[in-house]
């Protein structure tokens, strides 16, 4: 079964948008880690954010915002005023760090949501 | 800097014809993996390393092997490449097991 579930695959909006990337997981562990990477066009995996199972507060780090509740298994991602620049694909992915943890101690990672962003 | 890096970046080579994908890091870091990056697969887990001399397989082991002789480096070999094979790799370290993984630029290989 697949841990973390990125419904959509792809997502186009025009500059200036807000826009929400979905991510929901799934995992019997107390103790996990989501985690956020952006892999622009030229390949390479940035990451974004890290948190873990006890924090559920809101981040915000400029543009970039992401809603963790624990209630409904989410961690998702807004881009406020998208950028061209902002066009990639972009990875939630989840650690499992517990007992039950099967894993095998990789990052589990969605398969990802395209978001092309147009002037 | 703090970095991974990875070499080759780019590989085309025939059916078995043994390579090795180097991967090293430079942040003292305990952990290390790789992963293949296919399209509608997402990423998959390979190899995995814990610490020196100790590895173990992910999700997708068959074909190929690890070592893990020194904290920093950790390369990824195909003793018998397969078309199959054909895929975007990347390597990964983190301090530990949980902690934010950090990624090579990835290794783009083609097996013909």
């Known amino acids: 079964a697949q841990k973390v579930t990125q419904a959509q695959t792809e997502i186009s909006v025009v500059e200036k948008e807000d826009v929400t990337l979905d991510c929901v997981y799934e995992?019997?562990?107390?103790?996990?880690?989501l985690f956020w990477y952006k892999q622009p066009p030229s390949g390479e995996l940035v990451f974004l954010i890290r948190r873990n199972s006890f924090d559920e507060q809101n981040e915000i780090s400029g543009r970039y915002s992401w809603n963790f509740q624990k209630s409904t298994s989410s961690f998702n991602f807004t881009i406020t005023a998208s950028q061209v620049v902002d066009s990639a694909v972009y990875f939630c992915?989840?650690?499992?760090?517990?007992?039950?943890?099967?894993?095998?101690?990789?990052?589990?990672f969605g398969k990802g949501t395209s978001l092309l962003v147009t002037p | 800097e703090a970095q991974v890096t990875q070499n080759p970046r780019y590989l085309i080579t025939v059916t078995g014809k043994k390579l090795t994908v180097t991967c090293s890091q430079n942040m003292n870091h305990e952990y290390m993996s790789w992963y293949r990056q296919d399209p509608g697969l997402g990423l998959r887990q390979i190899y995995y390393s814990m610490n020196v001399e100790v590895t173990d397989k992910g999700d997708v082991p068959e074909g190929y092997k690890v070592s893990r002789k020194e904290k920093r480096n950790f390369p990824l070999i195909l003793e018998s490449p397969s078309p199959n094979q054909t895929s975007l790799y990347f390597c990964?370290?983190?301090?530990?097991?949980?902690?934010?993984?950090?990624f090579g630029p990835g290794t783009r290989l083609t097996v013909l």
């Open positions: 990964a370290s983190s301090l530990f097991v949980t902690d934010t993984q950090y």
């Open positions: 992915a989840l650690s499992e760090a517990g007992a039950n943890s099967n894993s095998g101690y990789a990052l589990n």
């Open positions: 995992t019997r562990d107390t103790t996990y880690y």
